[in-house]
């Protein structure tokens, strides 16, 4: 149903847009949270990050090494940690995505001088590995995440995989438990995910799903963790912090992997092997596909086009959710979409593989969207990875030497920081729809939820380029008079910030006015709105 005005209609008609610097017009809509009506929790690993070895997103962008100029904590550069501990970052994945499917362990272990040099494929460059596992547990500690890690299937063994794996989580003075003792650690590493694998439909070995299914058994039988604080008191007992195993799933509609591993799973034999997640990447291109459209120094075009294309991610879910469901209906392994983002043309003048991109406020009204998709299926999806966290594609940080910028996307992050861990909220939506050419989609998104603070908190998305949007809310359940939040907003799609101007783009405080009893939301075109609602 749409509340459309004539007046509305007729200026829609017009095709105004602000970036054209023609006269914003106005456009009404109408939520209803049912407050009354709690839904699943959304996990606060949805907002998780993706770390993969390529380009400067660890070197440069993580990594200055201990004798840096830059401010760093053993080799750490201290601002791009302290931007990240605002988004309370729940999880990080790392060492891939491919980069995963080359990567031998030992190589990064040890005195920096002594560690083998190698060849990065993606980049064609030299990966010194001073940037290793114990260095990559250092940083997931000193931003307060958990670590994903992601083992070698695709040129390494299950003997590598399980040596890696005592290496970091045995308690005992074995030779790789005195080794990481050794190297700094006496203590055995927590590891949360633990992911079996990567695209092995492609860069991970090309295999079918029924090959993959057969690895997965063989390297998820023997790559155990052995951290007592992460087992249960006897063997076959789970404690609640055991390690996770994620399989690798697809990444389109369809359903192969899906079924194959699912499968497996519904007939896995009792205390041998596990599944508890499975994987789905999607990203988003532009016009012109991955890789190969602008990131900045766009229009309305590509912003569509970049728009409808993220909007498949609800397809995929539901596609993909239904086909889990035939195996398990109850839900009890999770959908991880372990890589997503928008996929722009690196910028001219870099390494193509190392895949920079300018961060602009049409990526951050992208990962809005995106993220309200995950929370409205939070039943299955249990954890998300942007890709990726410094310098490279989607990122929340760009960073050129000692300067350190946060995109518009970090920004985003930070407001949706009161839903990691909220318990949803059914939202209706009735307004009028944003429309290019052929390619129309309601005009605002949203999400609502129950912080753990208990407060009521609504995020509310205008796709629109040229319209306001006002949004009258009724709050069933709920006795709300005041409203406090931040809007994130920009004149045009392509703006972003730049060194020479960080913070061009960057949130701001909202008011909200009652009318009735009922909030009324003025959302301003290409915004992100973050509120909450009080007695």
Not at 118 to 141: K, L, R, S
Not at 452 to 479: C, F, M
């Amino acid at each position: 149903m749409k509340m459309i005005s004539g007046l509305a209609i007729c200026l829609a008609a017009m095709g105004t847009f602000a970036s054209e610097g023609r006269a914003e017009i106005s456009t009404p809509a109408s939520i209803v949270v049912h407050a009354d009506k709690p839904g699943p929790t959304i996990s606060r690993d949805i907002f998780g990050q993706f770390s993969e070895m390529l380009g400067n997103g660890v070197y440069g962008g993580i990594w200055v090494g201990k004798d840096s100029a830059i401010p760093n904590v053993r080799g750490i550069r201290s601002d791009v940690v302290a931007a990240l501990r605002e988004l309370r970052v729940p999880v990080v994945r790392w060492p891939g995505g491919c980069f995963a499917d080359k990567y031998n362990w030992r190589h990064g272990i040890g005195p920096s001088a002594a560690r083998t040099a190698t060849v990065n494929m993606w980049g064609n460059v030299v990966e010194p590995n001073t940037f290793g596992t114990d260095e990559f547990m250092d940083f997931a500690g000193q931003i307060g995440a958990e670590a994903y890690i992601n083992i070698n299937m695709g040129s390494g063994s299950p003997a590598e995989a399980a040596d890696w794996l005592e290496y970091m989580t045995t308690d005992q003075p074995s030779t790789l438990g005195k080794l990481r003792a050794a190297n700094g650690h006496p203590a055995p590493y927590k590891i949360k995910y633990l992911g079996v694998g990567n695209e092995s439909y492609g860069c991970g070995g090309g295999m079918t799903a029924d090959e993959y299914v057969t690895q997965y058994k063989r390297y998820a039988t023997f790559a155990k963790n052995l951290n007592p604080a992460q087992n249960g008191p006897v063997k076959f007992i789970r404690s609640k912090d055991a390690m996770l195993e994620i399989a690798v799933g697809p990444d389109s509609e369809k359903t192969e992997y899906t079924d194959a591993v699912m499968k497996a799973w519904s007939q896995r034999p009792a205390y041998s092997w596990e599944i508890h997640g499975l994987s789905l990447h999607h990203y988003t291109g532009g016009a012109q596909g991955v890789l190969a459209s602008p990131s900045s120094h766009f229009g309305e075009a590509e912003y569509a086009a970049s728009l409808k294309n993220t909007l498949k991610m609800e397809e995929l879910i539901r596609i993909h959710s239904a086909a889990m469901d035939k195996y398990d209906p109850e839900k009890k392994v999770g959908l991880m979409v372990d890589e997503w983002g928008l996929w722009a043309k690196p910028l001219d003048g870099t390494n193509f593989m190392f895949l920079r991109q300018q961060g602009t406020q049409r990526d951050a009204l992208l990962a809005a969207i995106n993220l309200n998709i995950f929370a409205r299926h939070a039943d299955r999806v249990r954890m998300t990875n942007i890709a990726q966290m410094v310098n490279v594609i989607h990122a929340m940080i760009l960073t050129d030497g000692p300067r350190m910028l946060k995109t518009p996307t970090y920004h985003v992050y930070r407001m949706y920081v009161p839903f990691q861990d909220a318990t949803s909220i059914p939202m209706e939506l009735q307004g009028d729809d944003y429309r290019f050419g052929d390619f129309r989609t309601p005009l605002v998104d949203g999400i609502a939820a129950r912080g753990k603070d208990g407060k009521i908190w609504l995020a509310l998305v205008n796709l629109d380029p040229a319209k306001i949007a006002d949004v009258t809310a009724t709050i069933a359940g709920v006795a709300a008079s005041r409203a406090s939040g931040e809007v994130l907003s920009a004149a045009k799609v392509d703006a972003g910030n730049t060194f020479d101007n960080p913070a061009a783009v960057a949130p701001v405080a909202t008011r909200v006015e009652f009318q009735s009893g009922k909030p009324i939301f003025r959302l301003p075109p290409l915004s992100v709105t973050v509120v909450r609602l009080e007695n």
